[in-house]
């Protein structure tokens, strides 16, 4: 009976050849797999971040729709020219200068009689 294998032997020749066969397979997959995966992963961050980003200029928009919206009325209008220095017809036009100082001035004598 020499020609049975002892049970601590090696496996056959062709044994080996086919793990190693689907070992290289499963790399070749994995080779073949990586770069369009690294892409997918990217595109997908790129996406996310471009989703902020309109989110983001979607609130700005909505907010610089309600300011526009404040902005038209006729009040505002008038408020934004008295801002300006505009006057109606038949107004006078006073400027007065020096107002910080004068604030400065009377803050120190507020504050000194006390």
Known sequence: MASRRPSGRRAPRATH??????????GLVAFLYYRPLTHYLDAR???????????????????????????????????????????????????VKGIPEWREARRVRI????
């Open 17 to 26: 050849v086919r793990r190693w066969l689907a070992i290289a397979v499963v």
């Open 45 to 95: 961050s790129d996406v996310a971040r471009a989703d902020a980003q309109v989110r983001g200029l979607e609130a700005t928009h909505a907010q610089l729709q309600r300011q526009l919206a404040a902005q038209t009325s006729t009040e505002a209008l008038i408020r934004e020219a008295r801002r300006l220095a505009y006057v109606k017809p038949g107004e006078r036009l006073f400027i």
């Open 111 to 114: 504050g000194g009689d006390g």
